[in-house]
């Protein structure tokens, strides 16, 4: 029988009898598909690429080998490197919840925090090193962190570190870790310069796709509507007083972010804000508002669109497009998360066909398109377009008014 049809949840994956004890205290009873694949693998010690889409828990399809791998091997080290803060510490809290009744202890190593802090954290001989690729490098530089004793390096968000322009860096990072060892790579896309990488520093990987790249979650409804850019805050504000739950606004700037949230404060909604404009503190204190319940709703740029683990988002709203399709998948990923339902509502512009042909192509659909036909402050009516038979989604037009 194949790991993917295993019928005894985690406990068909080989994880050890301790660890099964803990996920089960923790309820985490079934295994999701990436999960299912890869945690076998995993734990054999061998290299493994991982395609899944976000929100389908990559953390723990790498997490629960890592800490089970570890306790086998006393002196060793594992090395995650993710692209964002936020990301970080959603992992470090994960590896925490669940390996820190095995003794498990971790540092995290990220950009905007103390460096003192983190000396603290390396004196205590993590066990696991969780980074950004930046201020482990610079740790690196300073020789405050050696990576002589690491084992086990898993790249977390591949696509997203590319994208964000962090190649040299993993590169370098990558040439400092001793062979032989274990690599894991995780990532909702996999671009050529991703497969490059991982054929330069992976031994004969397997490769475990759940879902096509730039698939969505299925429990995501989404629409995207044509307005224009003047008439956005309005819409928004309307699109939120239908919503009486979480809400994530996705904006391009972190000026817009900035802007969008004053704006919604002013009308006296409880909402925070999350880009890199905000210190490490402000971000962590957004956070954990939005989680709380305290802040309805949370304007980011894409520096959060992957590190947001909320499973209640009701509602994901698209300000403005992403300029990379690919993080049209992980904003609308935010919601419809575990098992749960959603839905995504982008903001278009006239002039953005373009981008909205180049997010179906990805997603290998055609979104549900709706035009901004009649406005007034108080009463906005949406008229449904729709497309040609002839050019796929070439072109909008209006339904003719009876």
């Known amino acids: 029988m194949t790991p993917a049809t295993a019928p005894d949840g985690f406990a068909g994956l080989g994880i050890a009898p301790k660890l099964l004890t803990i996920l089960q205290r923790l309820h985490f009873s079934t295994p999701t598909p990436i999960q299912q694949r890869a945690i076998p693998i995993a734990a054999s010690g061998k290299d493994i690429i991982g395609v899944a ?9 790498f997490g629960l080998p ?6 086998k091997m006393p002196g060793v080290q594992a090395l995650i490197v993710l692209p964002t803060r936020e990301l970080t510490q959603q992992v470090d809290e994960t590896l925490q919840q669940v390996g820190t009744q095995v003794g498990l202890r971790t540092a995290m190593i990220i950009g905007g925090e103390s460096m003192h802090l983190q000396l603290q954290r390396l004196r205590r001989k993590p066990h696991v090193i969780i980074a950004t690729p930046g201020r482990l490098l610079d740790h690196m530089k300073q020789k405050t962190i050696t990576l002589q004793a690491v084992k086990i390096v898993v790249l977390d968000e591949a696509d997203r570190m590319f994208d964000m322009g962090f190649a040299p860096q993993l590169h370098q990072i990558l040439k400092h870790v001793p062979t032989p060892h274990q690599t894991m790579l995780f990532s909702a896309t996999m671009p050529a310069p991703i497969v490059q990488l991982a054929t330069s520093y992976m031994e004969l990987p397997l490769r475990v796709e759940v879902a096509p790249a730039g ?9 995207m509507i044509i307005v224009q850019k003047t008439d956005k805050a309005t819409v928004v504000e309307k699109l939120l007083r239908e919503c009486s739950g979480r809400v ?7 000026h817009g972010a900035k802007r969008i949230c004053a704006s919604l404060r002013d009308s006296g909604y409880k ?46 709203i698209n300000y403005d497009l992403p300029d990379n399709p690919e993080d049209y998948v992980h904003r609308i990923g935010r919601t419809g998360r575990a098992g749960k339902t959603g839905k995504a509502i982008s903001l278009a512009t ?17 979104l549900p398109l709706t035009k901004l036909t009649e406005f007034a402050p108080e009463k906005i009516v949406y008229k449904s377009s729709q497309r040609r038979r002839r050019g796929g989604s070439g072109g909008f037009h209006q339904r003719r008014r009876r």
Not at 66 to 71: N, R, S, W
Not at 248 to 254: E, I
Not at 274 to 299: C, D, E, W
């Open 248 to 254: 994530l606004v996705f904006s391009r700037t972190k």
């Open 53 to 61: 889409q976000t929100g389908t828990g990559k953390t723990l399809a």
């Open 350 to 366: 006239p002039d953005q066909r373009v981008d909205i042909r180049r997010i179906e192509r990805l997603i290998q659909r055609n």
């Open 66 to 71: 890592v800490i089970q791998c570890l306790a």
């Open 215 to 223: 698939t969505t979650a299925a429990g995501v409804e989404q629409e």
């Open 271 to 316: 909402v925070a804000e999350i880009h890199s404009n905000r210190s490490l503190a402000q971000r962590r204190a957004a956070m954990a508002g939005f989680k709380t319940g305290k802040h309805q709703i949370l304007v980011a740029t894409d520096i959060a669109a992957r590190g947001i683990d909320v499973t209640d988002i009701a509602l994901v």
